[in-house]
């Protein structure tokens, strides 16, 4: 599966602005911030990207389902369940 973004792309600072008592919490528990965040992000990333192609594809999935309802899958005479 192809990854969502470049893994080998160089590091970037940032500022960002973050609940201080969840900050003070973190950092007692020495949770990487970094870390967490690119983790955060890429689902993010992911889930956003999913519903990009859900809507991209709205129509074939349709006429699939479509096909399906009138004519029922591919292979259901074999099926034994």
Do not use: H
Request: glycine share 2%; aromatic share 8%.
């Amino acid at each position: 599966m192809p990854s969502l973004f470049d893994q080998t792309a160089p590091k970037k600072a940032t500022n960002l602005s973050v609940n201080s008592d969840l900050l003070a919490k973190s950092r007692a528990l020495k949770i990487n911030l970094s870390a967490t965040l690119e983790r955060a992000l890429e689902a993010e990333l992911a889930a956003a990207q999913a519903e990009v192609w859900k809507r991209e594809n709205a129509a074939a999935i349709r006429a699939y389902n479509d096909f399906v309802e009138e004519n029922g899958c591919f292979g259901d005479e074999y099926r034994a369940f």
